[in-house]
C-alpha cells in the first residue's frame, strides 16, 4: 500500500481537524501529495504546513478543480471527509436538514460528478468516503445525522458496485466515537452511546490503509460495528427493541 501511495495526489476535505487531519499526517507520512481542504482557513493552512501540503479552503463541495491545480492536474485519492453532525428530531428546523444534506451528501455526489471522468479515462482513482456507523445502524437523538450519513453510504455503495469494474476503487470508513470536536458537540447521547468506546482518529487513518491494502470497500475501525450491522440486518425488530430501550434510558437520564 505505501508504494501505491508514495507519489500520489490525495485531496482531504475537512482536514483542519479530527479524523481528517489524521488522515492527511497519514498519507504525507506515506510519501503521498497531500491537499488539505477545511472551511477554515487558517486550519487548513496549519495542517497543511505541519504535513509539506497545500492548503485549499473552502467550501468542500466546489475545491476539485482547484485542488487538483495544485496537484499537478491530477487527484489519484480523494478523501471525502468533511460533514456536519446535526442533532435533532423530524422537528428539526428544514435548515437544518438542507445542511445536512448537502454537506453529508451532495458534496461527495459533487465531487465524483468532476473526479470521475479523469478516473474513468485512465481506468484508476481512489474515493473515500468518511460515513459514520450512524451509517450503517443509527444514532439516537439525531434524525438529520443518521439519515444523510444513510445518504452518504449508499451513495458509496454505488459507486463501488457501478464503477469497480472500471479501475475506481471507493471506501467507506464507519466509525462510532472518535475523540473530536465533533464527539464532543453530541452531547449527552454521544456521551452515553459512543464515548464509552471513542478511538482516536489516528486509529481511523490506520483501519483506512489496512483497508486498502486489502482492497475492502466497508472499513470498520471499531470492529463491533460489524456485529451490529449483521444483527440489524437478520432481526430488525429486535435491533429497533434494543435501541429503543438506548432512547429510553437517555430519556430518563436527560
Not at 44 to 58: F, H, I, L, R, S
Not at 181 to 208: F, H, K, N, Q, R
Amino acid at each position: 500500500m505505501v508504494d501505491a501511495v508514495r507519489g500520489a495526489g490525495v485531496v482531504v476535505t475537512g482536514a483542519g481537524g479530527g479524523i481528517g487531519a489524521a488522515l492527511a499526517r497519514r498519507f504525507a507520512a506515506e510519501g503521498a501529495r497531500v491537499v488539505v481542504n477545511d472551511l477554515d482557513a487558517d486550519k487548513a493552512k496549519a495542517v497543511a504546513e505541519e504535513v509539506g501540503g497545500t492548503a485549499v479552503p473552502g467550501d468542500a463541495s466546489a475545491i476539485v478543480e482547484e485542488a487538483r491545480d495544485a496537484l499537478g492536474g491530477t487527484v489519484d485519492v480523494y478523501c471525502a471527509n468533511a460533514g456536519v453532525a446535526s442533532g435533532g428530531s423530524e422537528a428539526a428546523d428544514e435548515s437544518v436538514w438542507a445542511l445536512a444534506w448537502d454537506v453529508n451528501v451532495m458534496a461527495h455526489v459533487r465531487a465524483a460528478h468532476a473526479l470521475l471522468p479523469d478516473w474513468l479515462e485512465r481506468g484508476e482513482g481512489r474515493f473515500v468516503s468518511t460515513v459514520s456507523a450512524a451509517g450503517l445502524l443509527t444514532m439516537i437523538g439525531a434524525a438529520p445525522y443518521s439519515v444523510t450519513k444513510h445518504g452518504a453510504y449508499a451513495f458509496a455503495e454505488w459507486l463501488s458496485l457501478t464503477y469497480r469494474h472500471r479501475g475506481v476503487k471507493v471506501h467507506a470508513i464507519c466509525p462510532q466515537g472518535v475523540r473530536t470536536d465533533m464527539l464532543a458537540g453530541t452531547g449527552s447521547a454521544g456521551d452515553l452511546v459512543l464515548a464509552p468506546t471513542a478511538i482516536e482518529p489516528e486509529a481511523v487513518a490506520d483501519a483506512l490503509f489496512e483497508g486498502m491494502a486489502e482492497d475492502r470497500f466497508l472499513i470498520l475501525p471499531h470492529p463491533e460495528v460489524g456485529e451490529f450491522y449483521r444483527a440489524r440486518a437478520a432481526e430488525p425488530e429486535r435491533w429497533l427493541g434494543g435501541m429503543n430501550r438506548i432512547q429510553r434510558t437517555w430519556e430518563a437520564e436527560r
